[in-house]
């Protein structure tokens, strides 16, 4: 009875993760399909499956919007989204080595501090930061969303703090003795081992720029600087057709890199999590 009750129990929480799993991944799905149909056919019948599969919607999504080929787009995005993380990651791997390990004046002020601004919603500080960027003259360009991230994210830097309190401390007493300073201490010693936290900031913030939608549009207002969040809504047009296919196949495109990523780094992610807090 024992046996039989496991078994069950085991295949109840089989099913019930299989049909979550489906209903999370059918939007995807239903995106990824649609993009192989034709606009008539997309919202014209409820098979998932195409009756042919064809790519044309492809072929146009390509092409662009508004005479800017998608390509623009892409380059776009790579540029904002590369320099963004490479800016957030030592940034925030400075600025958590800080906090971790030297001693300053009303230390535990600035890291309160810190850590309410993550308390803060974007929306509090949109247009003080709009306003700040509209006078320095950033506004459509990529300056008001990059040099921002070099200053350091505090989500990240949280996150890197707990990982570094978990390495031993002894570790930068014997490199002070071997005549290291702080510096040294940081880039050969501290910042190597803590590559786990590295990788799991670099996948999450390139995920959130690469999502990013209310930044781009507050900044840019020129279509060659758009990314392609913003590209994708160009394929929508209240006062004509809509080009479903076109966009459904770019947001295909889109998501490609994302993916990659995640097959590629997954391993480093579950590790960064897990260890981090640990006390080595």
């Not at 080009?243 to 960064?272: C, H, K, N």
Request: hydrophobic share 55%; proline share 5%.
């Amino acid at each position: 009875m024992r046996r039989t009750q496991r078994w069950l129990n085991l295949g109840i929480y089989h099913v019930f993760i299989i049909l979550f799993g489906v209903l999370m991944v059918y939007p995807v799905l239903w995106m990824v399909f649609s993009s192989f149909k034709e606009n008539t056919e997309i919202f014209g019948t409820a098979s998932l499956i195409p009756r042919h599969f064809k790519l044309d919607a492809y072929v146009r999504g390509w092409q662009g919007v508004g005479g800017v080929p998608f390509g623009f787009f892409f380059r776009n995005s790579f540029y904002y989204v590369i320099l963004a993380t490479i800016g957030t990651v030592f940034s925030s791997a400075v600025v958590a080595y800080g906090f971790a390990r030297i001693k300053f004046f009303a230390k535990n002020f600035w890291f309160v501090c810190m850590l309410l601004t993550m308390m803060l919603p974007y929306q509090v500080v949109m247009i003080p930061q709009f306003i700040l960027f509209f006078k320095l003259g950033w506004v459509n360009s990529f300056l008001p969303l990059i040099v921002p991230m070099f200053c350091g994210q505090p989500f990240f830097v949280f996150l890197m703090i707990q990982f570094i309190r978990g390495l031993p401390v002894e570790l930068d007493e014997s490199a002070k003795i071997d005549g290291c300073g702080r510096f040294r201490i940081f880039s050969k010693i501290i910042f190597p081992l803590i590559s786990p936290a590295i990788i799991t900031t670099t996948i999450f913030q390139f995920y959130w720029r690469w999502d990013d939608f209310l930044g781009p549009l507050l900044y840019l207002n020129k279509p060659r600087l758009y990314t392609v969040s913003l590209a994708l809504r160009m394929f929508a047009d209240p006062a004509t057709a809509t080009d479903w296919g076109g966009m459904f196949a770019m947001g295909t495109l889109s998501l490609v890199p994302i993916f990659i990523i995640f097959i590629s780094f997954q391993r480093y992610l579950v590790e960064g999590i897990s260890t981090t807090g640990l006390k080595g």
